[in-house]
């Protein structure tokens, strides 16, 4: 099993900004692609990126893109979310995922591939 626990959400003006953490214990051999989701109540879970663990391939939602990055440390077992000029719109619970087997391109912003996750971290963007 892999447990995956989620640190750094807060309360943040519009423009700010905050960086999420996402650390993996137990059996984390093997989890190749690492995500971030994001889901409001009542909402379905919307992809907003993810990191190949074995190279340097990201990707991320049209919404995120160029405000967001997505980053890992491979000595702390972590994935981190780097959120710059935040909009309320960004307001969600934000969840980690990691899945074992690699996955295709197209494969990656659909939470279904994902076999772990977190319990989320809250997220709130004041106007």
């Known amino acids: 099993q892999v447990q995956l626990v989620e640190s750094g959400g807060g309360l943040v003006q519009a423009g700010g900004s905050l960086r999420l953490s996402c650390v993996a214990s137990?059996?984390?051999?093997?989890?190749?692609?690492r995500g971030w989701f994001r889901q409001a109540p009542g909402k379905e879970r919307e992809f907003v990126a993810a990191?190949?663990?074995?190279?340097?391939?990201?990707y991320y939602a049209n919404s995120v893109k160029g405000r967001f990055t997505i980053s890992r440390e491979y000595a702390k077992n972590t994935v981190y979310l780097q959120m710059n000029s935040l909009k309320p719109e960004d307001t969600d619970i934000y969840y980690c995922?990691?899945?074992?087997?690699?996955?295709?391109?197209?494969?990656?912003?659909?939470?279904?591939?994902?076999?772990?996750w977190g319990q989320g971290t809250q997220v709130t963007v004041s106007s």
């Open positions: 990191i190949r663990w074995s190279g340097d391939s990201t």
């Open positions: 995922a990691a899945v074992r087997n690699p996955l295709a391109t197209a494969s990656m912003t659909s939470s279904a591939s994902y076999d772990y």
């Open positions: 137990g059996r984390t051999f093997g989890t190749y692609t």
